[in-house]
């Protein structure tokens, strides 16, 4: 057996066989359900007896894990055990806190012997009774308690669970808002939300280099230019850009997140960590003094 993960572009024909024989030809599940709008954006896993595929499963960016179907004559040979720890693994390396599916009621014992514990009643879907249940794949970090320095493995959700859990400020300084970090939807609409929660709550964006912005649109700009007195932006002058070796994000006066211009793995993060949260702020503050409003922003959006 090979489990082998894919995407919808890649092995449609292939994930689309499977699932219809399992969930519309034996299931009787209308094609018009079983089909849906989540799958080209899903992380799929197909596996393979013999360079056949046999069975599937898929997973949407939130954790969901859905769509688990093996081929009827290929049951009870633990290939759905296998697509469940694939699907597992991979959330594990990307440091997701949890996972969370819906077991068809025959499927909860299944489940459960991975580690999912269900909560909530049964309730239908397709016409088939369904159980809730929940994978944690690790504790949650809470800011301004747990004060052990790690490496984050999956930086972008790292920064937007900081900023999620800011109550007052966030300090944001960058060589130019990289958009593997700070241009996705969800960490958008979360420093929106802390911008506007409260007149009191302070967000500052200090970039490096703001040629990258004068060619594309960055969100986070953009946020800045509809909410420049919650959201302001500088740009360091020039001379110190030479000087600079790290940046870092700083989440009201106990979380830090740094990473280097490098694509190596020298970044580290603590949700509680006063001495060097106040260290770098003074950093911040003192560069900040230093910046310059980048009028010339305002024309290009």
Not at 150 to 155: E, G, Q, T
Not at 196 to 214: G, P
Not at 263 to 277: E, I, N
């Amino acid at each position: 057996m090979m489990i082998r993960k894919t995407d919808w572009q890649t092995d449609k024909a292939l994930l689309t066989r499977i699932r219809h024989e399992v969930f519309v030809n034996e299931q009787a599940v209308p094609l018009e359900l079983e089909l849906d709008e989540h799958d080209p954006h899903c992380h799929h896993w197909l596996a393979f007896i013999d360079g056949q595929a046999v069975g599937t499963v898929r997973m949407l960016s939130n954790g969901n894990i859905g769509r688990m179907a093996v081929s009827k004559p290929y049951r009870n040979r633990g290939i759905g055990k296998a697509l469940l720890q694939a699907a597992i693994s991979y959330a594990r390396d990307q440091d997701w806190r949890k996972l969370s599916l819906a077991a068809q009621d025959h499927a909860i014992g299944f489940y459960a012997a991975a580690g999912f514990v269900a909560y909530g009643e049964l309730f239908m879907d397709a016409g088939i009774p369904h159980q809730s249940m929940q994978l944690r794949l690790r504790e949650e970090r809470i800011l301004g308690k747990d004060s052990q320095a790690f490496k984050p493995v999956n930086k972008a959700a790292t920064i937007l669970d900081l900023c999620s859990q800011a109550h007052r400020t966030i300090r944001i300084f960058s060589q130019a808002l990289e958009a593997d970090f700070y241009a996705n939807d969800a960490l958008i609409q979360t420093l929106s939300a802390f911008a506007r929660a409260h007149r009191q709550n302070q967000l500052r964006l200090l970039i490096c280099d703001e040629s990258a912005l004068r060619e594309q649109r960055h969100p986070l700009v953009a946020l800045s230019q509809r909410l420049p007195s919650a959201i302001p932006l500088r740009v360091m002058p020039k001379g110190a850009k030479a000087e600079i070796e790290e940046y870092f994000l700083l989440a009201d006066s106990s979380g830090i997140f740094t990473y280097t211009a490098l694509p190596t793995d020298a970044g580290w993060c603590s949700y509680h960590l006063p001495p060097k949260v106040r260290d770098y702020q003074d950093r911040f503050d003192h560069m900040w003094e230093f910046a310059e409003t980048p009028r010339y922003l305002r024309k290009l959006y």
